[in-house]
């Protein structure tokens, strides 16, 4: 969104607009002024370029209708898979599915080989950080989310983790972004599916005195490293989920040195 505010010259053939969830509390005072920057994404298509959006989602909707391009809208309720084998695709939760219904509503249109999108369907395992699973000798089944930087972020990767029977333990934690920030509007949601969270970062505090008020067990743990020796010391064996919710900037250069550093402590 931030590069796109100063967009001028640069033109998508194919542009992909996935959903709209606040994000950026630092930088966009409400949702209206985030998706208006987002919204720049189509700025210099023209009627052969083609828009992809959610149908489900009716302020994205209203907006994608008014454009001159083309429109394919993608119906979260509804995924026409029946051209291809979805049934070995890896990376977990619903939001994967919805994330591969816009990738391959994409590739048809650039008429790729379909054996060749079967394979990329077979062999793909997620990106880095982004509920990715990691190998570890611990008892614990881990996941690096680290990419998560705002509430929808954390609660569709919790979702993920459903089904799976095992105890879900949730390390939340970050920067301040002074917007959004808390976390009382969610603890139902988290109430019903986090059996303790383990706080890290800047906003520890915060977060500590507002989970005060639910009634999820939590630590004060303020880095990784203390995340670790808790786990160790209560012979964890459920489901570890690294989703913070909050950007990484108080502790980490980036999300990236954030995963990273999860990775080390936590894998093999």
């Known amino acids: 969104s931030f590069q796109l505010e100063s967009l001028e010259t640069f033109k998508l053939d194919i542009a992909v607009f996935l959903n709209l969830y606040q994000n950026h509390g630092e930088r966009y005072q409400n949702i209206q ?13 023209t009627e052969k370029d083609l828009l992809i959006y959610p149908k489900q989602m009716d302020y994205v909707t209203e907006w994608a209708l008014k454009q001159k391009c083309r429109k394919i809208p993608i119906d979260f309720d509804r995924f026409d898979f029946d051209q291809y084998d979805v049934s070995t695709f890896r990376p977990p939760g619903m ?9 391959l509503q994409a590739l048809q249109e650039l008429n790729l080989d379909r054996s060749l999108v079967q394979k990329a369907i077979n062999e793909f395992r997620g990106v880095h950080f982004r ?3 990691i190998q570890t000798k611990l008892a ?20 993920a983790m459903e089904k799976k029977g095992r105890n879900l333990y949730l390390i939340l934690g970050g920067k301040k972004r002074g917007h959004g920030d808390s976390i009382r509007p969610y603890l139902n949601q988290f109430t019903s ?41 209560e012979t964890f064996n459920g489901i570890l989920l690294f989703s913070p919710a909050f ?7 980036n999300y990236v040195e954030r995963g990273e550093r999860f990775t080390q402590l936590f894998a093999d």
Do not use: R
């Open 33 to 45: 002024d985030y998706a208006k920057a987002k919204f720049h994404l189509t700025d210099n298509m």
């Open 247 to 253: 950007p990484s900037f108080d502790q980490f250069k």
């Open 131 to 133: 509920i990715e699973y």
């Open 95 to 103: 939001h994967n599915k919805i994330n591969l219904s816009f990738a």
């Open 140 to 159: 614990m089944e881990i996941f690096n989310d680290a990419k998560s930087t705002n509430w929808d972020a954390t609660l569709t990767a919790v979702k």
């Open 193 to 233: 599916s986090v059996d303790k969270i383990l706080l890290i970062g800047e906003m520890q505090e915060e977060l500590a005195s507002e989970l005060q008020d639910g009634n999820i067990p939590y630590v004060k743990c303020a880095t990784l490293e203390n995340v670790k020796k808790v786990l160790i010391s």
